[in-house]
């Protein structure tokens, strides 16, 4: 992802999306938002 979502993930599930970022050091997934696929990345 690019812009202030640099460094993101995301996943689609069904109308949802999970914006995510992974710590690889430490084995950790953080998840930063869940929302309906319109409204996230506003």
Same mark, same amino acid.
């Given at each position: 992802?690019?812009?202030?979502?640099?460094?993101?993930?995301? $996943?689609?599930?069904?109308?949802?999306? #999970? #914006?995510?970022?992974?710590?690889?050091?430490?084995?950790?997934?953080?998840?930063?938002? $869940?929302?309906?696929?319109?409204?996230?990345?506003?």
């Amino acid at each position: 992802m690019s812009g202030q979502w640099s460094g993101y993930h995301r $996943i689609r599930l069904g109308d949802k999306r #999970i #914006i995510f970022w992974l710590d690889q050091q430490n084995r950790t997934v953080y998840v930063d938002h $869940i929302g309906s696929r319109g409204d996230v990345y506003t």
